[in-house]
């Protein structure tokens, strides 16, 4: 294709076969950006339902019912829809532009993995339709409620984590592959920029903990139409067992969310503090470390369920042994902002607040770590607040930076940066209102994934469903800001974008060409 | 990365979204089909377009790599993915493991009301206790588990009821009638016979490439015969099946799920079977052979686990 890609002048059956047919990282990072972020409209449209209904105490909108559909949507789209298909867009565009490499190592498989993705997500979405409902069971979907207890459509469910588990592992083995084998000569495993490093480690994650999903969802459907009784006390099996499965890859799966978050920050604040990053090393091993620990760790999401007190014990200091790892992370990126010539565009306000918000979802999460507090706080609003300070405010956040970061390197021209400072700031403030009550909320003995709660838990209720409509229509600001960027923003000619950036990506033409690194740069 | 030969970059390819359909269909068809097992058809178009689109994508790969296009920097990429892929098949099966133990080790103790590891406090807690006495009276703890917790509380009511008969050790009076332990010697053989043939075609000697191949394939072929005479007895003779209790279940998953793979090993080892006949690999391009050699190894590793902790160990 000498005239480079197919666009909309060249016709329209032209212009689909260019995304349908594409073996170019590049179009694929930009499928699973539209993708994800479809998925994250979808999935936070549940969460306006989920706010709506609990703005007051009663029922007044939707059935419990289908309340908790919303809850379960709510997080399985979130989690396998939008924030992990957003970051393996970002893998796909900006890896190889890291490394000096052509492309994926395996750019037919790289379709593949996407392409899997809208037959997944259809098939999980089409449950809602079905006789029964969809998925009311929460997206940790503990036995028994899933396999005795569930709807029928939880076998359409199965499946559906099934082929995105698929797609996840060809996707990180491809990145696994392209890290490997296709950098640039003179890029040393220690070169590699810290996004690469970040990404590399958590493909490694998914690569071991989604064939354990696999398994888990695997027992669910013998045990719901096979007759086994892996979770069914009766026959000899446990439905314990479904959660210490479950947690096995459910715990390394958090990781796996925010350790691409973690590299998406370590480019950007660099960046703007003009500084190269502080402990680059050091940042390394503590994620290498990070991940090894994240599989050490996940009975402390079961401190409930009647472990031995050793158990207790055993999984709760090693789990508040990973706030060294990340304490080290943190400090570095403070350090990297330290006496540097700090500039505030939106990428970087989005960086800041992460490392802000993410630390102090950390500390809840130590307090969480307390097997015998634990005992108080599992299963309330607490833990709500707490992961979503993680995941929203921690991969959200990065996620967000970083389309802000590289768009005009992308497609060659400037956001506007009044429009994104206005978004951090309604972002902000939004999530904050909406999730900080959250905790109190939780101290206060109010349980997750109920339709209805108790009359002294309204007040924090409606300020928290008033922060995440603001939170909401933030994200309607990205977009907009988004599509006026492409559509009609300012031409940026320069390859280096951002005065401070540093590294192989913002060596290449802006905006990045069909094609870049044909022959590999000489690293030095 | 030398100039001369550039990485080799397929500028589009329609597989890929054909085998994206395919299995979504599959999955679509296969939960339709659990549900009502009178209708497994989109199950089958699913499958049906999955294989065709396979052949034809290894196929072009295959002529591809015959035409030169694959230079050493691709065939790495392609050695990469498929340890990476054998990693994650060891993790599926790790899940599997995990659940033996922690069933056979831990819940079955606490079922019975014992503690379940005597490292730290020999005494069961109060737990496990009230969970025998007032769910489960009567359950002891066993491995095997003949009787269910279900079967000592209800008796004849009871829903999950466990084997006449297990598959585990018959004792050395009566060792050349089990079964399993032919298996082993046969897929301990097999892997031996896939290195010779390796060693051969390492070496240029396509006749011993090609004839211990051959004998590999034939080993594997043999495997699948005796398993499945195996499950035959096993629901005809020892009333053990899939829904008898934790020991059918964990008995059934573990060896029907290494049996899948070897039949999807002794396909692979089938294909670079007929491609040596066509003359394919020589001795410093032999990627489809090495990988198909690399997870018969692997199932037969697994084999090893299965034997020790499924049927030895009681």
Sequence with gaps: MAHGPATLADGWKAYISRWVFTTNHKDIGTLYLWFSFAMFILGGAFAMIIRAELFQPGMQLIKPEFFNQMTTMHGLVMVFGAIMPAFVGLANWMIPLMIGAPDMALPRMNNL?????????????????????????????????????????????????????????MGSINIIATVMNMRAPGMTYMKMPLFVWTWVITAFLLVAVMPVLAGAVTMMLMDINFGTSFFNAAGGGDPVLFQHVFWFFGHPEVYIIILPAFGVVSQIIPTFSRKPLFGYSSMVYATAAIAFLSFVVWAHHMFTVGMPIAGELYFMYATMLIAVPTGVKVFNWITTMYKGSLTFETPMLFSIAFVILFTFGGFTGLMLSIAAADMQYHDTYFVVAHFHYVMVAGAVFSGTAAIYYWLPKWCGKMYNETMGQVQFWVAFIGFNIAFMPQHFLGLAGMPRRYADYGLQFADWNMVSSVGAFIYGGAQIMLLINVILTIRNGKPVADEKVWEGAEGLEWTVATPAPYHTFEKPPEVK | ??????????????????????????????????????????????????????????????TENMQGLANAQLKHSYVLGMLWFIFSEVMFFAAFFGALFYLRVIVNSWLGGDAAIGIFDDTPTDAAVANNAILWPGYEAQWPVMETPDQAANGDAAIFKGPDQAMSFPGWANIFSWLPLWNTAVLLTSSFTVHIAHTGLKNNNRKQFVTWLGITVALGLIFLVLQAEEYIEAYQHMGLTLDSGIYGTTFFMLTGFHGAHVTLGTIMLMVAFFRSLKGHFTHDDQFGFESAAWYWHFVDVVWVGLFLFVYVLD
Excluded: R
């Design chain 1, 113 to 169: 993995s996407f392409w899997i993705l809208p037959f997944a997500f259809a098939i999980l979405t089409s449950t809602l339709f079905m006789e029964g409902g969809g998925p009311n069971f929460g997206w940790t979907f503990y036995a028994p409620l899933s396999t005795t207890y569930a709807p029928e459509s939880v076998n359409f469910f199965i499946f559906a984590i099934h082929i995105m588990g698929a797609s996840s592992i």
């Design chain 2, 1 to 62: 990365m030398s100039e001369e030969s550039t990485y080799y970059v397929p500028e589009q390819s329609k597989y890929p979204i054909a085998a994206a359909t395919g299995f979504g269909l599959m999955a679509y068809g296969a939960a339709t089909w659990v549900i009502d097992s009178s209708n497994p058809y989109i199950l089958i178009l699913g499958t049906l377009v999955m294989a065709v689109v396979m052949c034809m994508w290894w196929n072009t790969v295959i």
